[in-house]
Antibody
């Protein structure tokens, strides 16, 4: 059973760099490499997709945050790291990592879903 | 456009049918997936693709698509269905993902 777990600091100061880690368990690297996204949710607000890393380590970023985000995977393939530079109070949120599963159906249509989510980690940006 | 639009709130009487909609240009090219989120919990996918339900999701949940609109229907809503629901898809370029603003369902 594949599980994801986020970890990182609870409190960071404005202008600092936030580093979050998503640890994957129950997945054999012999089965390939997972697609993983980071998604966040400010208190009382909607989900916001942030970044994605593909199996061959290509990356994709939310265009409005791209300059401040970096997503990477460690050599063990079991950890996906997100860094957010120059944080501000608006970055206060619960941060989730999620596995993306996708395929093409019998009609050739692309299908995807974030089918496994971590429990989330709350980050507060405050001085 | 990279936006998905949802009604902020929807109400349904216990046992009745409710439809939650999601509109956006990207839905003309990509199917939506739907996520249920209860307070203090991570989102859980309930519908993806044309109308696929993950194992464990009750069959009262169904999805449909037409033009730029995706819909999540709950037939015979139960008290435990009270939650926030989010739609998600690739954006129009196909390079990113985008979530709708969420719908708070009251049963």
């Amino acid at each position: 059973q594949v599980t994801l777990k986020e970890s990182g600091p609870v409190l960071v100061k404005p202008t600092e760099t936030l580093t979050l880690t998503c640890t994957v368990s129950g997945f054999s690297v012999s089965n390939g490499t997972m697609d993983v996204s980071w998604i966040r949710q400010p208190p009382g607000k909607a989900l916001e997709w942030l970044a994605h890393i593909f199996p061959h380590d290509e990356t994709s970023y939310n265009t409005s945050l791209k300059k401040r985000l970096t997503i990477s995977r460690d050599t063990s393939k079991r950890r996906v790291v997100l860094t957010v530079t120059d944080v501000e109070p608006g970055d206060t949120a619960t941060y989730y990592c999620a596995r993306l599963t996708y395929y093409y159906d019998s009609n050739g249509y692309y299908i995807d879903a974030f089918d496994i989510w971590g429990q989330g980690t709350m980050v507060i940006v405050s001085s | 456009s990279s936006e998905l639009t949802q009604d902020p709130t929807v109400s349904v009487a216990l046992g009745q049918t409710v439809r939650i909609t999601c509109q956006g240009d990207s839905l003309r090219n990509y199917f939506a997936s739907w996520y249920q989120q209860k307070p203090g919990q991570a989102p859980v996918v309930v519908i993806y693709g044309k109308n696929n339900r993950p194992s464990g999701v009750p069959d009262r949940f169904s999805g449909s698509n037409s033009g730029n609109t995706a819909s999540l229907t709950i037939t015979g809503a139960q008290a435990e269905d009270e939650a926030d629901y989010y739609c998600n898809s690739r954006d129009t370029s196909g390079n990113y993902w985008v979530f709708g603003g969420g719908t708070k369902l009251t049963v």
